[in-house]
């Protein structure tokens, strides 16, 4: 069973930057992996996916040019760099994985990760 925790959650202001990680407890060679959050009352949306080892990275239009999604496989951890934060990113952020082909990564569909992080907050003042 693939274990997935992120950290780096926390409380900024408005304009201001955090970098959440998921450690997994595998590689992360040829695997898929996503970034998604949900506020309060909302449904889970898609922020940020790619395919590890090369390839398109995809964003939400809404975070597009402030936010960065990564990976170090020495460290087994997928990132996800968040600049420029604002209000509306207030959401409880979520890594998810997958570890067969996905061949519509591209639509960040929840249903396509088979394996999830608990989840970390992340609150923007304005």
């Known amino acids: 069973q693939v274990q997935l925790v992120e950290s780096g959650g926390g409380s900024v202001q408005a304009g201001g930057s955090l970098r959440l990680s998921c450690a997994a407890s595998?590689?992360?060679?040829?695997?898929?992996w996503g970034w998604f959050r949900q506020a309060p009352g909302k449904e889970r949306e898609g922020v940020a996916a790619?395919?590890?080892?090369?390839?398109?990275?995809f964003y939400a239009d809404s975070v597009k040019g402030r936010f960065t999604i990564s990976q170090n496989n020495a460290k087994n951890t997928v990132y996800l760099q968040m600049n420029s934060l604002k209000p509306e990113d207030t959401a409880m952020y979520f890594c998810?994985?997958?570890?067969?082909?996905?061949?519509?990564?591209?639509?960040?569909?929840?249903?396509?990760?088979?394996?999830w992080g608990q989840g970390t907050q992340v609150t923007v003042s304005s």
């Open positions: 790619f395919k590890t080892g090369g390839g398109s990275t």
């Open positions: 595998t590689y992360l060679y040829s695997s898929y």
């Open positions: 998810a994985a997958r570890f067969a082909p996905c061949p519509n990564i591209r639509s960040m569909a929840s249903s396509a990760f088979a394996f």
